[in-house]
């Protein structure tokens, strides 16, 4: 059996074991562990370092080490309450999911702009527990179609699509036609929430995000100028407590000013500016573990 096999049947295992208790015993058990590992001197400690620094570089702020420190545990902290909460999620009753998150703004922008017909494409950063969100339009207004990286083994992905679908998810795997099947959800009306704070294909956009030079995909403005889609930004945080909060801002004006590509490079960027300023809201939510933003720390 290999490693990756292995890790996909952990995972399950886990995850079959966490919907078996009480969420709050599991979200406690899930950030005490990551508590533990921010401890232990790693890659990935030091790439979250990068991306905390770059945060508060952007916002001005003058910080310690050990200030540096304690913001790199509370993003450890977050991040195993965002994996407990997605293994249970998927058992929690509407009743329960829809007293424990709200909207902060833009609930009624974005019902109305889907009720026009003409689609939605939010673009979301990886901030807090973004399911919730996905759950909540899922119940209220029209389920979320979200477009996400293939993982490996398959059997992880599939583990995972079938976890988000079934809290009111339609999960789309990114791949070369992913593009026109978003275009097809679009034009058919649908919601399409799009992870962008990453650039996976390394191909995307350069924007200046958090005040570091850097590439953001542009599939959420290339879609919503082919397809004449509504464009928003979209973040679930999490807390105060067990509770959850949605905002949205939009939609950005994607009226033709330019070639598609410069319009795409203005909107794109609009896009980054306004993720920028979600992240810096509350930097330890920001889960981009896997590469550098800023300056090694």
Request: hydrophobic share 40%; with cysteine; proline share 5%.
């Amino acid at each position: 059996m290999s490693s990756h096999t292995y890790r996909g049947a952990g995972l399950k295992t886990v995850a079959t074991a966490a919907r078996r208790l009480p969420t709050n015993p599991s979200v406690k058990v899930a950030e005490s562990l990551a508590w533990l590992l921010a401890l232990v001197p790693s890659a990935t400690r030091s790439r979250v370092s990068a991306n905390m620094a770059t945060v508060l570089d952007y916002r001005g702020e003058q910080y310690s080490s050990r200030a540096l420190k304690r913001l790199v545990r509370k993003a450890f902290v977050s991040y195993g309450r965002y994996y407990a909460e997605v293994m249970t999620l998927p058992g929690a009753r509407r009743e329960r999911i829809l007293s424990a998150i709200s909207w902060e703004s833009g609930g009624e922008v974005l019902r109305e702009l889907w009720e026009r017909g003409d689609g939605v494409v939010i673009a979301i950063p990886h901030i807090g527990s973004w399911e919730w969100g996905g759950s909540l339009l899922g119940l209220t207004i029209d389920p979320l179609v979200v477009a996400v990286e293939a993982l490996d083994p398959p059997e992880l992905f599939e583990w995972f699509r079938h976890a988000r679908e079934s809290i009111g998810m339609e999960v789309e795997a990114l791949g070369p036609s992913i593009g026109s099947r978003l275009m097809h959800h679009l034009r058919d009306g649908r919601m399409v929430g799009l992870l962008c704070d990453r650039d996976l294909s390394g191909d995307g956009v350069e924007v200046q995000l958090l005040g570091v030079t850097t590439t953001m995909p542009a599939g959420p403005a290339m879609l919503a100028l082919r397809t004449g889609a509504a464009l928003t930004c979209g973040v679930v945080y999490s807390g105060p407590g067990t509770s959850h909060r949605v905002k949205v801002i939009g939609p950005l004006d994607t009226s033709r000013r330019g070639t598609l590509r410069q319009d795409v490079v203005r909107l794109t960027q609009e896009i980054a500016d306004h993720l920028s300023e979600l992240i810096a809201r509350h930097p330890e939510q920001w889960h981009v573990f896997a590469e550098v933003i800023g300056r090694p720390r």
